[in-house]
């Protein structure tokens, strides 16, 4: 006959299997994610490399002299010609925040207002464009994979208002055969998606300064001739995706 002393000890004989047996210890020892500080809210976290924070330009070089040309005026980087600006570091899977302001006057129609860029590699351009009531062709227009996709919406803001990029994206790759693997885009404009893991093929976008299916490559901000502010630069490296 069991006893109410009988069934406690065979619930808690009971209960220590279940517990030698339950997977929580297993995963429990399975590698930890890396904590990483992630800096107060719109801060920087703490693995990124800060490309610009508004201090100086010296993680950049110039597209057409070895300085950059760009002014830089009260922590802020603004488009400047002749040519862009890349990053003496390359990168290749990386995440990519950037914020930037249209220019006010507005100036210009279509392509010609508030051009620039954000190229990752110096190949693949997402378009940077003051598209707040400026009409252009889709795949050209701000937030753009250019050339090739169209944003899902238009979040942008008005002239001089800060916006940013939130930008992750994965380099196509050659594979031993001699096809290319695709990489992909994924963009947030202003906290919005607007590229959902858009495949990338190509060598480079229209006119990207440089091209080539390649490892790595330095992040390129265009300059097109028209005075677009930059205040804040900063990437995290990726663990590429598994085969
Ligand atoms: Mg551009």
New binding site residues.
């Given amino acids: 006959m069991n006893t109410p002393k009988k069934n406690l000890r065979h619930f808690a004989i009971l209960s220590l299997l279940l517990l030698a047996l339950t997977p929580v210890g297993a995963r429990a020892e399975e590698p930890q994610p890396t904590v990483i500080d992630p800096g107060p809210p719109g801060g920087i976290p703490a693995d990124a490399v800060v490309l610009f924070d508004g201090k100086d330009l010296s993680q950049f070089r110039g597209e057409k002299h070895p300085e950059p040309t760009w002014k830089l005026v009260n922590g802020i980087a603004e488009s400047t010609p002749p040519g862009g600006i890349f990053s003496k570091e390359e990168f290749a899977d990386c995440q990519v925040h950037v914020e930037w302001a249209e220019p006010l006057p507005v100036k210009g129609e279509g ?1 010609g207002r508030g ?3 954000v190229y990752l590699m110096g190949r693949y ?1 997402i ?3 003051d598209c707040y009531n400026n009409k252009t062709y889709p795949n ?1 227009q701000c937030g753009a994979f ?1 050339g090739n996709n169209a944003p899902l919406v238009n979040v942008c803001r008005k002239p001089a208002e800060w916006q940013s990029y939130d930008i992750v994206f994965h380099p196509p790759k050659r594979l031993a055969d001699g096809k290319i693997k695709a990489g992909s885009f994924t963009v947030l404009q202003n906290g919005v998606l607007i590229q959902d893991d858009i495949p990338v093929m190509i060598e480079g976008t229209t006119a990207s300064p440089l091209r080539g299916i390649v490892e790595k490559g330095p992040l390129y901000l ?1 300059d ?1 001739g028209n005075p677009v502010r930059f205040r804040r630069v900063w990437v995290r490296r990726l663990n590429p995706h598994a085969d």
Avoid: A, F
Wanted: charged fraction near 10%; hydrophobic fraction near 15%; proline fraction near 0%.
């Fill in positions: 392509q051009n620039s860029g351009e378009q940077v464009l050209g250019y265009q097109h």
